[in-house]
Protein backbone atom coordinates (compact mmCIF):
# COMPACT_ATOMS: atom_id res chain seq x y z
CA UNK A 1 0.00 0.00 0.00
CA UNK A 2 0.96 3.75 -0.89
CA UNK A 3 0.83 6.16 2.21
CA UNK A 4 -1.65 9.03 2.03
CA UNK A 5 -0.21 12.65 0.88
CA UNK A 6 2.12 14.81 3.48
CA UNK A 7 3.61 17.19 3.49
CA UNK A 8 7.80 16.64 4.08
CA UNK A 9 10.02 18.90 5.74
CA UNK A 10 13.72 18.14 6.43
CA UNK A 11 16.16 19.16 9.31
CA UNK A 12 19.55 19.14 9.38
CA UNK A 13 19.93 20.58 12.53
CA UNK A 14 18.40 20.02 15.77
CA UNK A 15 17.43 23.84 15.94
CA UNK A 16 15.76 23.16 12.41
CA UNK A 17 13.88 20.53 13.80
CA UNK A 18 12.29 22.18 16.80
CA UNK A 19 11.60 25.11 14.78
CA UNK A 20 9.87 22.66 12.08
CA UNK A 21 8.17 21.56 15.52
CA UNK A 22 6.84 24.56 16.28
CA UNK A 23 5.55 25.68 12.97
CA UNK A 24 3.48 22.68 12.45
CA UNK A 25 2.35 22.66 16.32
CA UNK A 26 -1.66 22.79 15.23
CA UNK A 27 -0.37 20.00 12.66
CA UNK A 28 -0.26 16.02 13.00
CA UNK A 29 3.46 15.92 12.91
CA UNK A 30 5.60 12.45 12.95
CA UNK A 31 9.18 12.26 12.93
CA UNK A 32 11.20 10.23 10.89
CA UNK A 33 14.35 8.73 12.08
CA UNK A 34 14.94 5.59 10.54
CA UNK A 35 11.52 4.45 9.74
CA UNK A 36 11.50 1.58 10.80
CA UNK A 37 8.25 1.80 13.12
CA UNK A 38 7.02 5.06 10.97
CA UNK A 39 7.17 3.98 7.50
CA UNK A 40 5.28 0.59 7.79
CA UNK A 41 2.71 2.36 10.27
CA UNK A 42 2.04 5.05 7.53
CA UNK A 43 1.55 1.98 4.57
CA UNK A 44 -0.25 -0.46 6.31
CA UNK A 45 -1.35 0.82 9.39
CA UNK A 46 -3.48 3.70 8.71
CA UNK A 47 -1.46 6.41 10.07
CA UNK A 48 -1.66 9.48 8.01
CA UNK A 49 0.53 12.44 9.47
CA UNK A 50 -0.05 15.80 8.11
CA UNK A 51 3.70 16.41 7.93
CA UNK A 52 6.79 14.50 8.26
CA UNK A 53 10.03 15.78 9.62
CA UNK A 54 12.54 13.64 8.45
CA UNK A 55 16.05 14.36 10.94
CA UNK A 56 19.52 14.33 9.14
CA UNK A 57 21.24 15.68 11.89
CA UNK A 58 25.08 14.16 12.58
CA UNK A 59 24.79 15.38 15.56
CA UNK A 60 22.51 12.84 17.07
CA UNK A 61 24.65 9.87 15.36
CA UNK A 62 27.40 9.72 17.83
CA UNK A 63 28.12 7.63 20.56
CA UNK A 64 30.54 8.97 23.27
CA UNK A 65 31.81 6.93 26.19
CA UNK A 66 32.23 8.99 29.05
CA UNK A 67 34.03 7.73 32.42
CA UNK A 68 31.03 6.70 34.42
CA UNK A 69 28.51 6.92 31.60
CA UNK A 70 27.41 6.33 27.60
CA UNK A 71 25.61 8.76 25.67
CA UNK A 72 23.98 7.39 22.10
CA UNK A 73 22.42 10.16 20.01
CA UNK A 74 19.05 9.24 18.87
CA UNK A 75 19.82 8.72 14.92
CA UNK A 76 22.55 6.07 16.12
CA UNK A 77 21.22 2.87 14.48
CA UNK A 78 21.06 -0.48 15.90
CA UNK A 79 24.04 -1.91 13.93
CA UNK A 80 26.33 0.85 15.13
CA UNK A 81 25.53 0.06 18.74
CA UNK A 82 25.90 -3.68 18.16
CA UNK A 83 28.90 -3.36 16.61
CA UNK A 84 30.43 -0.90 18.35
CA UNK A 85 33.43 -1.34 20.99
CA UNK A 86 32.77 1.66 22.89
CA UNK A 87 29.30 0.49 23.73
CA UNK A 88 29.54 -2.94 24.02
CA UNK A 89 32.15 -2.21 27.10
CA UNK A 90 30.83 0.06 28.88
CA UNK A 91 27.35 -0.48 28.32
CA UNK A 92 26.98 -4.27 26.80
CA UNK A 93 23.45 -5.02 27.78
CA UNK A 94 22.32 -2.25 24.72
CA UNK A 95 24.14 -3.56 23.01
CA UNK A 96 23.39 -7.06 22.88
CA UNK A 97 19.29 -5.65 22.47
CA UNK A 98 20.21 -3.58 19.41
CA UNK A 99 22.21 -7.03 18.31
CA UNK A 100 18.40 -8.31 18.52
CA UNK A 101 16.19 -6.30 16.62
CA UNK A 102 14.51 -7.19 13.54
CA UNK A 103 16.92 -8.43 10.67
CA UNK A 104 20.36 -6.67 9.41
CA UNK A 105 18.61 -4.21 7.20
CA UNK A 106 16.54 -2.85 10.05
CA UNK A 107 19.43 -3.11 11.91
CA UNK A 108 21.05 -0.96 9.29
CA UNK A 109 18.66 1.43 9.14
CA UNK A 110 16.73 1.60 12.48
CA UNK A 111 17.57 3.64 15.25
CA UNK A 112 17.39 3.92 18.97
CA UNK A 113 15.84 7.25 19.45
CA UNK A 114 12.75 6.20 17.19
CA UNK A 115 12.46 2.90 18.71
CA UNK A 116 12.30 4.12 22.14
CA UNK A 117 9.60 6.94 20.27
CA UNK A 118 7.44 4.46 18.59
CA UNK A 119 7.29 2.54 22.00
CA UNK A 120 6.04 -0.35 20.39
CA UNK A 121 5.20 -3.26 23.29
CA UNK A 122 7.27 -5.84 21.60
CA UNK A 123 10.34 -3.23 21.29
CA UNK A 124 13.46 -4.52 22.71
CA UNK A 125 15.51 -1.33 23.34
CA UNK A 126 13.03 0.02 26.27
CA UNK A 127 13.52 -3.11 28.20
CA UNK A 128 17.37 -2.50 27.77
CA UNK A 129 17.34 0.64 28.95
CA UNK A 130 15.22 0.00 31.69
CA UNK A 131 17.35 -2.74 32.78
CA UNK A 132 20.07 -0.09 32.44
CA UNK A 133 18.52 2.63 34.65
CA UNK A 134 19.10 5.11 31.35
CA UNK A 135 17.92 8.70 31.57
CA UNK A 136 16.08 9.77 27.70
CA UNK A 137 17.51 13.34 26.63
CA UNK A 138 14.89 15.86 25.37
CA UNK A 139 15.06 18.99 23.17
CA UNK A 140 12.65 21.51 22.96
CA UNK A 141 12.77 25.42 22.66
CA UNK A 142 13.41 26.19 26.00
CA UNK A 143 16.36 24.26 26.10
CA UNK A 144 16.80 20.55 27.50
CA UNK A 145 14.54 17.80 29.93
CA UNK A 146 15.47 14.62 30.74
CA UNK A 147 13.59 12.06 31.87
CA UNK A 148 14.46 8.83 33.62
CA UNK A 149 13.64 5.66 31.47
CA UNK A 150 11.08 4.62 34.84
CA UNK A 151 8.55 7.51 33.58
CA UNK A 152 9.40 7.40 29.75
CA UNK A 153 7.06 4.67 28.35
CA UNK A 154 3.07 5.38 29.13
CA UNK A 155 1.60 2.95 27.17
CA UNK A 156 1.42 1.32 23.19
CA UNK A 157 2.65 4.30 21.62
CA UNK A 158 2.85 6.49 24.43
CA UNK A 159 5.61 7.90 25.69
CA UNK A 160 6.63 10.94 28.21
CA UNK A 161 7.83 13.30 24.52
CA UNK A 162 5.64 16.51 25.07
CA UNK A 163 4.63 18.42 21.60
CA UNK A 164 7.36 20.21 20.42
CA UNK A 165 9.89 18.20 22.03
CA UNK A 166 12.68 15.96 20.22
CA UNK A 167 13.96 13.28 21.70
CA UNK A 168 17.75 13.69 21.18
CA UNK A 169 19.87 10.71 22.93
CA UNK A 170 19.90 8.23 25.99
CA UNK A 171 22.30 8.59 28.45
CA UNK A 172 23.20 5.07 29.85
CA UNK A 173 25.50 4.74 33.41
CA UNK A 174 27.88 2.03 33.36
CA UNK A 175 27.46 -1.01 35.55
CA UNK A 176 29.73 -1.55 38.48
CA UNK A 177 30.57 -4.91 37.47
CA UNK A 178 28.73 -8.29 37.40
CA UNK A 179 26.34 -9.37 34.79
CA UNK A 180 23.71 -8.81 32.40
CA UNK A 181 21.50 -10.41 29.57
CA UNK A 182 18.86 -9.86 27.52
CA UNK A 183 16.71 -13.03 26.87
CA UNK A 184 14.06 -12.88 24.08
CA UNK A 185 11.09 -15.20 22.28
CA UNK A 186 10.79 -13.63 18.90
CA UNK A 187 8.03 -13.97 16.88
CA UNK A 188 8.83 -16.01 13.88
CA UNK A 189 7.12 -13.14 11.00
CA UNK A 190 7.58 -9.65 12.94
CA UNK A 191 10.93 -9.64 14.69
CA UNK A 192 9.32 -8.55 17.63
CA UNK A 193 9.34 -9.82 21.10
CA UNK A 194 6.73 -11.82 22.42
CA UNK A 195 8.61 -11.71 25.40
CA UNK A 196 11.88 -10.00 26.25
CA UNK A 197 13.82 -9.67 29.39
CA UNK A 198 16.86 -7.74 30.34
CA UNK A 199 18.71 -8.12 33.25
CA UNK A 200 21.47 -6.07 35.15
CA UNK A 201 23.12 -7.92 37.86
CA UNK A 202 25.86 -6.41 40.82
CA UNK A 203 27.46 -8.92 43.06
CA UNK A 204 29.39 -8.29 45.96
CA UNK A 205 32.10 -11.46 45.47
CA UNK A 206 33.12 -13.75 42.96
CA UNK A 207 31.07 -17.30 41.61
CA UNK A 208 32.11 -20.83 40.06
CA UNK A 209 30.07 -20.67 37.33
CA UNK A 210 28.13 -23.84 36.63
CA UNK A 211 29.14 -25.40 40.06
CA UNK A 212 28.49 -22.24 41.71
CA UNK A 213 25.02 -22.10 40.86
CA UNK A 214 24.73 -26.02 41.56
CA UNK A 215 26.33 -25.42 44.90
CA UNK A 216 25.70 -22.01 46.17
CA UNK A 217 28.06 -19.31 45.61
CA UNK A 218 30.44 -16.95 47.20
CA UNK A 219 28.72 -13.70 45.89
CA UNK A 220 25.78 -12.91 46.59
CA UNK A 221 23.58 -10.16 44.49
CA UNK A 222 23.90 -6.20 45.74
CA UNK A 223 21.52 -4.78 43.09
CA UNK A 224 19.03 -5.58 40.26
CA UNK A 225 17.51 -4.38 37.47
CA UNK A 226 15.05 -6.79 35.54
CA UNK A 227 12.70 -5.52 32.48
CA UNK A 228 10.30 -7.00 30.43
CA UNK A 229 9.22 -6.23 26.94
CA UNK A 230 6.21 -7.73 25.23
CA UNK A 231 4.31 -8.57 28.21
CA UNK A 232 1.61 -5.79 28.87
CA UNK A 233 1.95 -2.75 26.48
CA UNK A 234 4.94 -1.78 27.55
CA UNK A 235 8.20 -2.03 28.39
CA UNK A 236 8.12 -2.78 32.74
CA UNK A 237 10.01 -2.90 35.80
CA UNK A 238 9.78 -5.85 38.09
CA UNK A 239 10.26 -4.84 41.39
CA UNK A 240 9.57 -8.19 43.29
CA UNK A 241 12.15 -10.03 40.86
CA UNK A 242 14.49 -7.61 41.71
CA UNK A 243 13.67 -7.77 45.44
CA UNK A 244 13.76 -11.66 45.63
CA UNK A 245 17.32 -11.83 43.94
CA UNK A 246 19.26 -9.35 46.43
CA UNK A 247 20.72 -10.68 49.45
CA UNK A 248 20.99 -14.11 47.72
CA UNK A 249 23.68 -16.19 46.21
CA UNK A 250 22.99 -15.67 42.18
CA UNK A 251 22.85 -19.41 41.85
CA UNK A 252 20.03 -22.19 40.67
CA UNK A 253 17.65 -22.00 43.45
CA UNK A 254 17.53 -18.30 43.87
CA UNK A 255 17.24 -17.17 40.32
CA UNK A 256 14.29 -19.80 39.90
CA UNK A 257 12.56 -18.38 43.41
CA UNK A 258 13.05 -14.71 41.38
CA UNK A 259 11.73 -15.73 38.32
CA UNK A 260 8.49 -17.10 40.09
CA UNK A 261 7.82 -13.62 41.06
CA UNK A 262 7.78 -12.39 37.11
CA UNK A 263 4.00 -11.83 37.23
CA UNK A 264 3.65 -10.79 40.51
CA UNK A 265 3.62 -6.74 39.92
CA UNK A 266 1.40 -7.20 36.51
CA UNK A 267 -2.27 -7.12 36.47
CA UNK A 268 -3.09 -10.60 34.97
CA UNK A 269 -5.77 -8.74 32.68
CA UNK A 270 -2.66 -6.49 31.05
CA UNK A 271 -1.13 -9.47 29.84
CA UNK A 272 -1.02 -9.06 26.14
CA UNK A 273 -3.22 -11.58 24.08
CA UNK A 274 -3.04 -11.97 20.34
CA UNK A 275 -3.00 -14.13 17.62
CA UNK A 276 0.71 -15.57 18.04
CA UNK A 277 -0.11 -15.85 22.47
CA UNK A 278 -2.50 -15.73 24.71
CA UNK A 279 -2.42 -13.91 27.76
CA UNK A 280 -1.50 -16.84 30.00
CA UNK A 281 1.13 -18.45 27.62
CA UNK A 282 2.81 -14.79 27.75
CA UNK A 283 2.75 -14.79 31.72
CA UNK A 284 4.61 -18.27 31.19
CA UNK A 285 6.99 -17.22 28.65
CA UNK A 286 7.82 -14.04 31.18
CA UNK A 287 8.46 -16.33 33.75
CA UNK A 288 10.55 -18.59 31.62
CA UNK A 289 12.63 -15.71 29.90
CA UNK A 290 13.49 -13.89 33.44
CA UNK A 291 14.84 -17.27 34.62
CA UNK A 292 16.75 -17.36 31.10
CA UNK A 293 18.23 -13.58 31.27
CA UNK A 294 19.20 -13.86 35.02
CA UNK A 295 21.38 -17.45 34.38
CA UNK A 296 23.11 -15.66 31.36
CA UNK A 297 23.74 -12.68 33.86
CA UNK A 298 25.03 -15.26 36.17
CA UNK A 299 27.22 -16.91 34.11
CA UNK A 300 28.61 -13.53 33.32
CA UNK A 301 28.98 -12.29 36.65
CA UNK A 302 30.99 -15.68 37.54
CA UNK A 303 33.45 -15.01 34.01
CA UNK A 304 31.67 -18.46 32.33
CA UNK A 305 29.98 -16.46 29.42
CA UNK A 306 31.28 -13.77 26.79
CA UNK A 307 30.03 -10.67 26.64
CA UNK A 308 27.91 -8.86 23.98
Known amino acids: MFPAE?????????SEALEALERYADADVEILAGGHSLVPAMKTEGREPDVVVDLDVPALDAVN?????????????????????????????????????????IRNRGTIGGNLAAAHPGADLPAAVLASDATILLRNRDGKREVPATDFFRGDGETAVE???LLAGVRVPH???GGFAYAKKTHPATGYAMVGVAA?????????GDADRDAGGEGTVSSARVAATGAVDRAVRLPSVEDA????????????????????????????????ASAEFRG????????????????RAAGDTPTA
Not at 83 to 89: F, L, Q, T, Y
Not at 200 to 208: I, L, Y
Not at 258 to 271: F, Q, T, W, Y
Open 284 to 299: ELLEAYVARALETAAD
Open 65 to 105: ALDDRTVLGALTTYATIADSGAVRSTVPLVAEAASEVGDLQ
Open 6 to 14: FDYERAESV
Open 200 to 208: VVETDGGGD
Open 175 to 177: ADG
Open 163 to 165: PGE
Open 245 to 276: LVGDPLDSAPIDAAASEARADIDPERLRADAS
